[in-house]
């Protein structure tokens, strides 16, 4: 599984390294249609949160 923090290619998935349709909409539909990486995602996500002044909005 890949790491975000050897991530370097906004075509890949951040957290398993599979190819995406696109860095946006792409990154988007992968999330949405694979559960494990939708957890990993929700993960980072909350861990973020409390470094931004506003927290997530995205």
Same mark, same amino acid.
Not at 23 to 31: L, T
Not at 33 to 38: D, L, S
Not at 44 to 58: A, I, P, Q
């Given at each position: 599984?890949?790491?975000?923090?050897? $991530?370097?290619?906004?075509?890949?998935?951040?957290?398993?390294?599979a190819?995406?349709?696109s860095?946006?909409?792409?990154?988007?539909?992968?999330?949405q249609?694979?559960?494990?990486?939708?957890?990993?995602?929700?993960t980072?996500?909350?861990?973020?949160?409390?470094?931004?002044?506003?927290? $997530?909005?995205?």
């Open positions: 599984m890949a790491t975000t923090e050897t $991530w370097t290619d906004p075509d890949r998935y951040p957290f398993c390294g190819g995406l349709s860095p946006g909409a792409g990154f988007v539909d992968h999330v249609t694979t559960p494990e990486c939708e957890d990993a995602f929700g980072w996500r909350d861990r973020v949160d409390d470094d931004l002044v506003r927290g $997530w909005t995205g």
